[in-house]
Structure formats: structure tokens, C-alpha cells
Nanobody, 122 residues
């Protein structure tokens, strides 16, 4: 079991950067893979990025590849999503999720945070 809380969202101009954090509590955090998803108004939730238990395995959606980076600090029980070169189409509520599987890029995660709003102005 793990509880997740996102933070770091906000308003940024196009081309700017934000760093989202997903803080975890509960049972051993290092045993969980973590994914980031986002949902824009009127759209379905989509996969953004994921990172394995050890951090050695990562996956990024094509839409954010080269701009976003996912990382984790198990000592701080936190996963980060560094978002650079932000575009208006990145505007969405961003969610982190955790699973005991190795690496999951679908929405099949048993644990989810409440989300944090990211708004990119043009």
C-alpha cells in the first residue's frame, strides 16, 4: 500500500519549465514503479511517463519525449517530472500513480494521487 500526493503544478508561459513532485508514503516506496498521467478538459487521461522500481527503466510518451524527464529519489520517497519547453497543449491535471509491477504505461495502476493542475499560457 502506498499513498501519493502531487505538487509543483501552476501557471507557466509557453517555453517555460515546471517540476512536479510525487511524494509517497506507506509501505516500502522503492518497491513501486511510478507513472505520470495527465487529463485535459474534455479529453481522456493519457500516459506521460513512467519509471521502474530502481529508476533504471523509464518510458516517455512521444508527445513529451525530449522535453520531459522522469526521475526518482527513493531516499526522499519522491518521484519527479521535470517539464521543459512547455506548450499550451501540455495544459492538464497531472496525476501520479504507483504499482508493484515493473513498468506500466497503461492506466492499470492500483494507487493514484489527487492530481495537480498545470496550465501553460500561449
Amino acid at each position: 500500500q502506498v499513498q501519493l500526493q502531487e505538487s509543483g503544478g501552476g501557471l507557466v508561459q509557453a517555453g517555460g519549465s515546471l517540476r512536479l513532485s510525487c511524494a509517497a508514503s506507506g509501505r516500502t516506496f522503492s518497491n513501486y514503479a511510478v507513472g505520470w498521467f495527465r487529463q485535459a478538459p474534455g479529453k481522456e487521461r493519457e500516459f506521460v511517463a513512467a519509471i521502474s522500481w530502481t529508476g533504471s527503466g523509464t518510458s516517455l510518451a512521444d508527445s513529451v519525449k525530449g522535453r520531459f524527464t522522469i526521475s526518482r529519489d527513493n531516499a526522499k520517497t519522491t518521484v519527479y517530472l521535470q517539464m521543459n519547453s512547455l506548450k499550451p497543449e501540455d495544459t492538464a491535471v497531472y496525476y501520479c500513480a504507483a504499482t508493484m509491477a515493473w513498468l506500466v504505461t497503461t492506466g492499470d495502476y492500483p494507487y493514484w494521487g489527487q492530481g495537480t493542475q498545470v496550465t501553460v499560457s500561449s
